[in-house]
């Protein structure tokens, strides 16, 4: 089992800037891709970015340019950095790791975006 816990939600002004993390633990052997997802109010949760374990990314098209991922495998942490943030940026964002084809899920940040 992989036990994951975000951090790094909360509220900011519209063209601001958050940084959210995400630290894997348990079972975090084999662990390859990392990822944010979010999930906006009567939205479907939709893919943010993810990053593989060798350092390939990809990234929403609404996020792109605007949005970082990064990761540190030496502490099983995902990272994402969110610049000039907008208001359709509000959601609940959630990590989700891949590890032997099976997805484990954190339980969200609250991200909120005033204009």
């Known amino acids: 089992q992989v036990q994951l816990v975000e951090s790094g939600g909360g509220l900011v002004q519209a063209g601001g800037s958050l940084r959210l993390s995400c630290a894997a633990s348990?079972?975090?052997?084999?662990?390859?891709?990392m990822g944010w997802y979010r999930q906006a109010p009567g939205k479907q949760r939709e893919l943010v970015a993810v990053?593989?374990?060798?350092?390939?990314?990809n990234y929403a098209d609404s996020v792109k340019g605007r949005f970082t991922i990064s990761r540190d495998n030496a502490k099983n942490t995902v990272y994402l950095q969110m610049d000039s943030m907008k208001p359709e940026d509000t959601a609940v964002y959630y990590c989700?790791?891949?590890?032997?084809?099976?997805?484990?899920w954190g339980k969200g940040t609250l991200v909120t975006v005033s204009s």
């Open positions: 989700n790791v891949d590890r032997y084809d099976l997805n484990y």
């Open positions: 990053i593989r374990r060798g350092g390939s990314t």
């Open positions: 348990g079972s975090t052997l084999g662990i390859n891709a």
